[in-house]
């Protein structure tokens, strides 16, 4: 019962209705809807991608006819969609997950539109152009029939205070029924839908996180709590009821040993119990008895016992397996590798001793990573892991974190340019390797990029072979990553020009959102043809380099019958990249979290080739 253009998007169970038709409207229907699912009539089933017709400037689009074009129009289009157009802008591991998006987006009938527009004169300059990207970039950027259909307007699930409020009505009862769990995924929904201020203030919000805490202190989930509570407060947490909330952190502390900070926590449990106007004389009495009980344990102790404990971890670390043996050069690979280069063959690991099955040989954490879509809401898009008590972006519905911490890194520095654009990038068809370039860049700030530019003015197809390598090849360094291969001069024009404007789209998204400091123009700027030039290369890296990131799923807890492996995301590890492929491979990787860990599945000897496989095994 979906009204014609309209989006169900879910996520984690939480449903938005987002229509492309007018907001206006939706702001209308938003109390029959919330009296809907009050009575239970919430929809079970949700569109997975956007079409183009759901795009909000549908009528900006070309209808092209290929056979209404000239011959060089139809070969630059033919070129690209005979030869490039599955293994654009993505690996082929990723094609099973990424076709049915690509088809149904929008960019590639701009493609061809713009082919169609812009005259046989600017497609003979590009072969003049191809080798130089800045110069492409400025040229695509200036292209009139692109410039003139490219309209960038913000598309994303909002939040919804008629669902909250139903999620948390229900969350209350359960908690009341000593139903925890039920109650813990209600809450879940009624945060994840819970509107916040400009201000990132929301009364409504810090209240669901401490009844939401509550329910994760009576789960013994007290790390959860923990970030529940500091998030609570830094939202805005009513001072009258603030006494409850440092009572229940101090609590969680004493869990984990740091009593130091716990008994600080009581302190300003005590101190804002003054401010608790609507307390009853009497509870009032009883709950500071109970605090001034608590601080005299810590007054009268010793002072060992009121001290922290440095090797308690309040979070728990991703499970890593050690490297017994670690390269000096290559921190995350074992020092039973070594690196090579031949021209013709590129580099390639060998074994520098005999190497045993099972052996760890790398434990790597990625340069740049992104959730699968289907998977946002079901995985912290920071990290990967799964999530129990999922944190909100103040923004959007569609992502979530499994921690304050990843929250934090993740709203200071890439997700204010993506958050309002999610939908947009789902409606262009743009495959995972196109969110990865957009990711490349938006991790990282402008003045880092123009701090560093170094790193990307040359290309060396060379770099990270051990003979030649002097410093230590770290897996976070931009220059390692920009190193990686990526094909230019094999490529047709009809795939580079392809590139050229999907990057120039995610240039006009990135001045949409505030990246740059100045306002978008028809010609670009000198920062603008940098980012737009190092944000093609990655495109290019990104389709031979990136690993898709799977997770093991279990239909049941107790028997892996029916589990699988489902591809999560993509990320790009630069020192894995190194290794090539092969279809009998010697080494298997898993994943734990962003983390990818390789073990040999062979008896490699020493001077063989380590390979891995970019895809299926054979034999599968």
Same mark, same amino acid.
């Given at each position: ?244 909330? @440092?009572?229940? +952190? $101090?609590?969680? =502390?004493? &869990?984990? !040993? ?5 008994? *600080? ?6 101190? @804002?119990?003054? +401010? $608790?106007?609507? =307390?009853? &004389?009497? !509870? ?5 008895? *109970? ?13 060992? =016992? ?315």
């Amino acid at each position: 019962n979906v009204r014609s253009k309209q989006v169900v998007s879910t996520t984690t169970g939480v449903r938005s209705v987002v229509s492309t038709q007018s907001k206006q409207w939706y702001q209308r229907q938003s109390k029959q809807w919330y009296q809907r699912r009050v009575h239970g009539e919430i929809l079970e089933k949700a569109a997975a991608a956007l079409t183009c017709e759901q795009v909000l400037y549908v009528s900006c689009f070309f209808h092209v006819k290929i056979q209404d074009l000239s011959v060089k129009q139809r070969g630059l289009v033919d070129t690209f969609a005979q030869e490039n157009l599955q293994k654009m802008s993505r690996g082929e591991m990723f094609q099973e997950y990424e076709d049915k998006r690509r088809k149904e987006g929008f960019f590639p009938q701009v493609y061809k539109g713009v082919c169609s527009a812009m005259g046989e004169e600017n497609i003979d300059k590009l072969e003049t152009l191809r080798d130089s990207m800045p110069d492409l970039i400025k040229f695509t950027y200036e292209l009139k029939c692109f410039r003139d259909v490219l309209d960038i307007k913000e598309f994303y699930p909002e939040k919804n205070q008629y669902e909250s409020k139903a999620k948390k009505d229900y969350g209350n009862k359960a908690y009341k029924e000593g139903k925890d769990l039920d109650a813990l995924y209600l809450y879940s929904q009624a945060i994840v839908s819970t509107p916040v201020g400009k201000d990132g203030k929301s009364k409504d919000l810090a209240v669901l996180l401490a009844n939401r805490s509550a329910v994760l202190f009576s789960l013994k989930a007290f790390h959860l709590a923990l970030d529940d509570i500091n998030l609570a407060f830094r939202v805005g947490y009513p001072d009258e009821l603030a006494y409850k909330l @440092y009572d229940r +952190k $101090a609590k969680c =502390l004493i &869990a984990f !040993k740091q009593m130091e900070d716990a008994g *600080e926590a009581y302190k300003l449990a005590l101190k @804002y119990l003054d +401010k $608790a106007n609507k =307390l009853s &004389a009497e !509870k009032k009495q009883q709950t500071q008895r *109970e605090l001034m009980q608590a601080l005299n344990f810590f007054k009268n102790a010793p002072a060992k =016992l009121t001290k922290n404990d440095p090797d308690q971890e309040l979070y728990p670390t991703p499970e890593l397996p050690e490297i017994p043996k670690k390269n000096e050069l290559y921190p995350v690979m074992s020092d039973a590798v070594t690196f090579k280069y031949e021209e013709g063959r590129g580099r390639f690991a060998v074994a520098s001793r005999d190497i045993t099955v099972g052996d760890v040989i790398t434990v790597e954490k990625a340069i740049v990573s992104h959730m699968l879509p289907e998977y946002m809401g079901k995985n912290c898009t920071h990290c990967f892991k799964t999530m129990k008590a999922p944190l909100p972006c103040n923004t959007c519905t569609k992502v979530m974190f499994c921690s304050l911490k990843c929250r934090d890194t993740a709203l200071t520095t890439y997700h204010k340019y993506e958050c309002k654009l999610i939908d947009l990038f789902l409606s262009s068809g743009m495959s995972i390797i196109c969110f990865l370039a957009y990711r490349s860049i938006t991790q990282k700030s402008l003045q880092w990029f123009k701090d560093n530019k170094n790193l990307f003015e040359n290309h060396d197809k060379t770099s990270g072979q051990t003979k030649e390598q002097k410093d230590v090849y770290e897996s976070g360094d931009y220059r390692n990553y920009f190193n990686l291969v990526n094909h230019h001069s094999e490529r047709k024009t009809g795939d580079i020009f392809h590139r050229s404007m999907f990057t120039v789209f995610l240039l006009r998204c990135l001045q949409s959102q505030g990246y740059f400091p100045n306002a978008p123009s028809d010609t670009p700027t000198e920062d603008e043809v940098f980012i737009g030039t190092i944000m093609m290369h990655f495109l290019e890296v990104l389709q031979f380099n990136a690993h898709e990131v799977a997770q093991f799923e279990m239909v049941s807890k107790t028997s892996q019958e029916g589990a699988k492996s489902a591809f999560i995301g993509a990320a790009v590890y630069p020192t894995l990249a190194l290794f090539n492929h092969s279809c009998d491979p010697s080494i298997v990787r898993y994943y734990v979290e962003d983390y990818v860990v390789v073990q040999a599945i062979k008896n490699i000897f020493k001077g063989e080739e380590i390979c891995e496989n970019y895809g299926p095994i054979f034999f599968h």
